[in-house]
């Protein structure tokens, strides 16, 4: 065999090996994906949040986690592998027909939805959830609902990191056939607190809140 065809193997041989990692890392390790969508709001902002989240559920929580940024349209055909689809920003929110059945499909096979209101985009959040399940309403979780308790404990809900309009902070969510499919903080905004320090300024403790508890955001999408 000459020198040139054992070297077209070997390469070929690594290309296999990288794609067979590649392929591991989506199977076993725990993965977010920020939702892009259509209607102008600010769906980018702060790329750094569930980077952070990420990384901290892994020190602390034992999560394997693969911590790198990563953004999805549910579109496209990848959009089914994420267990946590993460959504924030500012303003507009715009689903087309086929987001709409797509994302319904999504979370009735077992995915979860987490959204968080960077502040004013609530009006359009609860336009469009609604086309997406029109039998429910956004309810308030009660504080002894499992998820503010699944690892860290917060027994009056869900924090209040940020101010908005001087409003209570507000754990929403969407219930369907008894699993919490979707859930929407209002006035909280944590995933500010998850950014980089030098972003929002968050003192410390705001930010360990904050970390703490979107691992139990994560731990409960994980466990149901």
């Given at each position: 065999m000459s020198k040139r065809a054992v070297i077209i193997i070997c390469v070929f041989l690594c290309v296999i090996a990288e794609?067979?990692?590649?392929?591991?890392r989506i199977e076993s390790q725990f993965r977010i994906a920020r939702l892009k969508y259509s209607g102008g709001g600010d769906w980018y902002n702060d790329p750094s949040a569930e980077v952070n989240l990420l990384k901290?559920?892994?020190?602390?929580?034992?999560i394997d986690t693969d911590p790198k940024y990563e953004f999805v349209e549910i579109s496209n055909d990848n959009f089914?592998?994420?267990p946590l689809i993460f959504m924030t920003g500012?303003?507009?929110?715009?689903?087309?027909?086929?987001e709409i059945k797509r994302l319904r499909t999504y979370l009735e096979s077992g995915g979860?939805?987490?959204?968080d209101d960077d502040f004013g985009m609530d009006k359009a959040i609860r336009r469009e959830i609604k086309k997406v399940f029109p039998e429910y309403d956004f309810a308030e979780l009660p504080y002894n609902y499992g998820l503010y308790s699944c690892f860290?404990?917060?027994?009056?809900?869900?924090?209040?990191?940020?101010?908005?309009?001087?409003?209570p902070p507000q754990g929403l969510g969407i219930i369907h056939k008894g699993r919490l499919v979707v859930y929407y903080t209002y006035e909280s905004n944590p995933s500010d607190a998850w950014a980089d320090a030098d972003i929002h300024k968050d003192p410390p403790e705001k930010r360990?809140?904050?970390?703490r508890f979107g691992t139990n955001i994560l731990i409960w999408?994980?466990?149901q």
């Open positions: 794609i067979n990692a590649q392929s591991k901290y559920a892994k020190q602390n929580a034992g089914t592998s994420y500012h303003g507009n929110v715009s689903f087309s027909d086929y979860f939805l987490y959204i860290y404990r917060f027994p009056n809900g869900v924090p209040k990191t940020h101010e908005h309009d001087n409003k360990e809140e904050a970390l999408s994980l466990t």
